[in-house]
Each structure stands twice: as C-alpha cells, then as structure tokens.
C-alpha cells in the first residue's frame, strides 16, 4: 500500500509539474483599473499599481481582458 502511495503521488508530482512548465506565466496588478498584463514582475508599468502585484498564467490574464504591456512586449513586436 505504502509503494503504491508513493508512486501515486510521484506521478501527481511531476505531472503538475510538465504542466507548469506548458503555461506562461506573466504577471498583473489587482487594481480594478488595471488593464495589461506583464512579463517582469519589476517592470516600469507597474509603477501606478495601487494594488497587489500577482502572478497569474497568460491565458487567465487573456480571459479578463488584459493586453499586453507596451514595456516588456516591446521587443517582441518589433
């Protein structure tokens, strides 16, 4: 009982973890009026945020609304 426990939870381990590893995570402010998402938790961006700075994944960020930050997205437009 106690192996096959403890390769249920092995297997529960690392399959959270391939999927972290699937999904990007950016970052947003908790302030209602916020409206971007960012890749850098210290970017310029969130020098107005009057709320929390949270780590979320892009598609939640995507599926409230957000756009991407002009700062940290810069480079990957041009």
């Known amino acids: ?23 990007s995570g950016v970052y947003i402010c908790t302030d209602s009026k916020a409206k971007t ?3 850098s938790y210290s970017c310029k961006g969130f020098g107005s945020c009057k709320g929390d700075i949270k780590g979320i994944s892009m598609e939640q960020a995507i599926k409230m ?3 991407s930050c002009k700062i940290c997205f810069e480079k990957e437009i041009e």
């Open 1 to 23: 009982m106690k192996k096959l426990t403890l390769t249920l939870f092995t297997f529960l381990l690392f399959s959270s973890f391939s999927s972290v590893k699937t999904s």
């Open 37 to 39: 998402y960012h890749s």
């Open 65 to 67: 609304g957000r756009k």
